[in-house]
């Protein structure tokens, strides 16, 4: 064991609602950058949020489409929609509605309650309805995932939704993340490291809680390089791992656990059941399935030990 490594502790915790900063020390000379470089990246890129994925609005079939009545026009009713900070209850999908009618400035606050999300800037302006006829009935559809998804991705994923927009998605509630090490001297020793970081988020998340989930990002893929390290014997765990997927490839694609039901429904629809079949014709051209299919479920398989050729 590294000398001190046990003896790290948090020495100043300061939270507020959109913004965090940890002290960790002492730690090994080096070790500051390395960890602070590894959870950096972590938070920047791992975190889960929820974010809009997609609109439906007065019929409107595409984001040139005019607003009849309303003062903003579909681009920048999009871009207001995309900067609500929301959540939904245990990572599902959940959809806000709305409905109103008569000159007035409508916000996030006047979408219809929904048990499942919880908004936390209700005072954002959404759009402004200008006349005493004007009318605007919109839908917006959540999700919860990481990082950044484009437009592009998400109309991939709504394929056969009628009507539907499709939007960027920024999920991620980390906005800022940055991390600085001092020298700390214990004793005679000046050669030890303190550790701080700070966080800048959107209230949908708490400060440690984004560290505690980067912490554990990081851990993870600690622990599974050292499980590489310690299998009994490298013939044997590829021998191992071949019998698993063997056993694997006739599998159904909507039991293994991970793969989206409407993604299996798509491929039973084309022919493609099992993980054999899926392995054998995902390169090809799948009505319905395009790139963001094929990521998520391509994950999915990873994620439960099938091996899938990198693109």
């Known amino acids: 064991m590294i000398e001190g490594l046990e003896g790290i502790r948090l020495t100043s915790a300061e939270e507020t609602a959109e913004h965090g900063k940890f002290v960790f020390e002492p730690l090994q000379h080096g070790y500051g950058t390395t960890m ?93 309805l200008s006349a005493d006829d004007s009318v605007i009935d919109l839908q917006v559809f959540l999700r919860t995932g990481v990082g950044y998804v484009s437009n592009e991705e998400n109309h991939e994923l709504l394929s056969g939704t009628v009507d539907t927009i499709a939007i960027d998605s920024i999920y991620s509630p980390v906005r800022t993340a940055n991390f600085t090490v001092e020298p700390v001297r214990i004793k005679q020793k000046a050669d030890y490291e303190r550790l701080i970081i700070e966080i800048a988020h959107f209230p949908t998340i708490r400060a440690r809680d984004a560290l505690e989930e980067a912490l554990d990002i ?4 600690a622990r599974q390089l050292l499980a590489c390290l310690t299998t009994q014997n490298p013939m044997e765990s590829a021998l191992e791992a071949t019998t698993m997927n063997d056993n694997a490839m006739s599998k159904d694609l909507g039991t293994v656990d991970g793969v989206k039901s409407r993604w299996a429904e798509v491929l039973r629809e084309s022919g493609v059941e099992t993980v054999a079949d899926y392995l054998e014709h995902r390169g090809e051209a799948i009505h319905g399935f395009g790139d963001a299919g094929r990521k998520s479920v391509d994950e999915a398989l990873r994620d439960v030990g099938i091996s899938v050729p990198e693109e």
Do not use: C, M
Not at 79 to 87: A, P, T
Not at 97 to 106: T, Y
Not at 218 to 221: E, T, W
């Open 36 to 128: 602070g470089n590894a959870l950096r990246r972590a938070l920047l890129s791992s975190i889960p949020g929820s974010a809009p994925v997609a609109i439906k609005i007065n019929g409107a079939l595409h984001e040139f489409t005019s607003l009849p009545g309303i003062k903003e026009d579909l681009q920048e009713l999009i871009f207001n929609i995309r900067n609500l900070q929301v959540s939904v209850v245990d990572g599902s999908e959940a959809t806000l509605s709305l409905k109103r009618q008569g000159r007035s400035v409508v916000k996030a606050e006047d979408f219809e309650k929904n048990s499942l999300v919880k908004i936390f800037n209700p005072g954002l302006r959404i759009a402004e």
């Open 218 to 221: 990081v851990d993870r893929h």
